[in-house]
Every structure is written in C-alpha cells, then in structure tokens.
C-alpha cells in the first residue's frame, strides 16, 4: 500500500483533527508518518501511536511574541525538509499532508514533491483573518496583505487543497483558490467514538448535584468563547429561570475574570466552575445538561468558526444556543438552533428563559440539529477525505462520496 507524511506544528496527540486523518489512512491499509512537535508529557522523541508513525521536534510552542512566532515557524519548517527528505528516501510517499499554520510550512515538501509526491495543504485556520482578530488591525495592514501573498503562493503551489467548511473555501476562492483543486474536509467530531463513550456512568460530582435545569459550556476559558457574556447573560435571566444552573467545565486564562464576573453579579450558587475534565468523560457530562451553551463572540476570524463542541451536544442529543455565525448558519437553520445575535447578552438571556420554559422546543430542536448534521458527520467527511487521498495517491477507492456541492444541497446553505 501507498506511504503518506503528514506535516503538523502541533503536538499530534491533542491535534484530533489530524489523528482522525493519520487513523483512518492507516485503517485503509496506508502506511502512515507524521513530523510534528515533541511534546513534554512524552519521554520519546519518536513512537508508534494507533498504528502511526510519529517523528518529532522539540522545539515547544512559546509564541510569546511575533518574534518567537517566526523563529518557531522557521525552525520547524527546516527540520520538516531535512527529516521528510531523508524519510522520502525510504518510503517514497505518494502524498504529503500538510497542515497549518504556518501557511509555507507547505514548502518544506519540495523535496518531495520534486520526487514525484502529491501535496495536500489542509488550512485549518485562515491566516489573515487570523491576524486581523489577535492583533486588531485591518486589511490594509502590511501583516495581512503579506499573509494573503504567503496563503495564495501556497494554495497554488500544493497539487490539492482542504478547506473545513464552505464559507471559507468561498472566502478563498475570491483570493485565488480553484474550485476543481478544493475539498471541504469538516472538522467533525467522530460520532461512534463520541457516542459510545457517552456509556459511561454520569460523573458523580454531576449526579449528586440537585440541579433541575442545567446549561452547560465546556471547553477552554478564553474570551473568543464569550463565557463573560453567558454569565451576564445568565445573570439577567435567573430570576425567570428559578431551579437553573449554568454549569461551566474547562480551563484557561479568563477563568479567575469569570470567577470575579460571577461573584459581581452574586452568583455563585447557581454558576459553577467544574474543572478541567477529560476528553473521554464528556459524553458523560452532557448527558446530565439540558441545553448547551455557545456564546463565541463574532468578529472577522470567528464568524468563519465552526465549534467541535456544537457536534457534540447535537450527537448527545440536545439543543443548543448558539451565536449567529457565518460558517455556523451555512449548515444549521433556525430550526435546529436556538440562535441570539453574538456579543449580546440580552440576546442570549432571551433564548435562555425560552428554551427553559418550553421543553417541547428543546425537543424540536435536538430532533433537528441532528437531521441537518448528517450530511457533514465525521463518516461522511472521513468518506471524502480517503477518497480524495487515493485519488491523489493513485489508489482505486470503491466508496465515492458526496461531493461537496451535493452536499450544499441536502442543507440550507
């Protein structure tokens, strides 16, 4: 069978993403080598995780400063040509999968490709619109434009590109991207792994609670995710919602703001901070929610964001509150979410005291949620995606899948 390298600036083991990619190859009989960063939770440098071949570089991820970026970005695009070159060697891959950022890592599969391997640029972020969020600047920044000419010299140079949903493979298309040479590959989370973890026993710090209504985020606490605007939101509807808990699970920088944020508006009794929790316990947690909570905030950047967690609670089967974005509203209709327009409060807590008062309604919207999911699930994807990779690597694949346009057409957008 075939060889595939994947290149990845991430630590493989929490990049679910592309162990989804790395598996299911090797499921299909690929052999299968990932170059990316040496994490210190490993002893070694190299190892075999799930049947994949991990080689990686201790180099950390500081990015304290454009500086530290840089210098990051470079030294492991020069360990990636050397190591894939002398890999190249041996295996002789037909298809090299790169994955942002940066978006020149793609040239550290020269050597490669000049050897006769395929090159997949899988853009999990779009850059300029990555700087213009973190940094605050606008299009006509230097930064921005020299990120748009780094992006389209790296579209045209790889022989195939992944983009993670339409809105932005649209986006791309306006600065360059050819239709014919793009594919939309979702960040699903995979439902069969999801869904039988959710087997497990509800946690018993959730079971002893006596909560009858309770709203759930979990996930890093970071201001892009709009937890301050849940709590005041929250905090504006509590009176209407006498027995309901907003329950808040997960880490980060912003969790000691929220903390404060909550003891501001008195409450603590009904906002709880739970902790960080393991990935494999999640399914678990959400069966003991009613409704989940998405209050990610909307700007340039995140209106093309498409949050794993919205998979998960509509896999869990419940409804959702969920800001209006661009990326989110091209596949779900308001019919299946329960949508409040972004940065507003007032307009979550609206959506709150209605869900809460109409279980009806929650039901409507679960039902829905995973109707309209299903054309984008992560088997569907996973389908895509390895046909994509025999094609590219001159393998027979006997399951064509949906293209993406017929897709498109199974939902609203």
């Known amino acids: 069978m075939k060889s595939v390298c994947i290149l990845l600036q ?194 018993a710090r959730a079971a002893a609670s006596n909560a009858k209504f309770v709203m759930m985020y979990h996930g890093t606490l970071t201001r892009i995710y709009g937890m301050d605007i849940a709590i005041e939101a929250f905090g504006l509807a509590q009176k209407e919602m006498p027995d309901a808990e907003l329950w808040i699970l997960g880490g980060g920088p912003e969790k000691k703001s929220l903390e404060a944020l909550v003891a501001k508006h008195g409450l603590e009794p009904k906002v709880q901070f739970l902790g960080t929790v393991l990935p494999q316990e999640v399914p678990a947690w959400l069966k003991r929610c009613d409704i989940g909570v998405l209050a990610t905030r909307r700007d340039v950047f995140l209106d093309f964001s498409f949050s794993n967690k919205l998979s998960e609670y509509i896999i869990m089967g419940k409804a959702v509150i969920c800001s209006r974005l661009k990326a989110i509203g091209h596949y779900f209709t308001g019919d299946a979410l329960a949508y409040f327009e972004p940065n507003d409060p007032r307009s979550l807590a609206e959506q709150m005291v209605r869900l809460y008062r109409d279980k009806e309604l929650r039901t409507r919207l679960a039902a829905r949620g995973k109707e309209e999911y299903a054309p984008i699930a992560w088997d569907v994807m996973k389908r895509r995606y390895l046909e994509m990779m025999a094609r590219l690597a001159g393998v027979e694949h006997p399951r064509p899948v949906a293209s993406e346009a017929r897709v498109s057409e199974a939902t609203h957008g």
């Open 10 to 203: 991430n630590f493989y083991e929490i990049d679910i993403r592309v162990r989804r990619k790395a598996e299911a190859l090797v499921a299909e009989g690929y052999t299968v080598d990932v170059l990316s960063l040496h994490s210190s939770h490993s002893a070694a440098r190299d190892s075999v995780v799930a049947g994949v071949n991990v080689f990686t570089f201790s180099l950390g991820k500081q990015r304290g400063s454009k500086v530290r970026y840089l210098f990051e970005y470079v030294s492991f695009l020069l360990w990636t040509f050397f190591k894939l070159a002398s890999l190249m060697k041996q295996r002789h891959y037909s298809v090299v999968d790169v994955n942002n950022l940066p978006d020149f890592l793609v040239f550290a599969a020269a050597y490669a490709k000049w050897k006769g391997a395929k090159v997949v640029f899988d853009m999990h972020e779009i850059t300029p619109e990555f700087i213009m969020s973190k940094y605050g600047v606008g299009e006509d920044n230097w930064q921005v434009r020299l990120a748009k000419l780094i992006e389209r010299a790296s579209m045209r140079y790889a022989d195939h590109v992944i983009t993670i949903n339409t809105p932005i493979q649209r986006l791309l298309e306006t600065r360059g991207l050819a239709p014919e040479k793009s594919t939309v590959i979702m960040n699903a989370v995979d439902d069969s792994m999801f869904a039988s973890a959710a087997g497990l026993p509800i946690p």
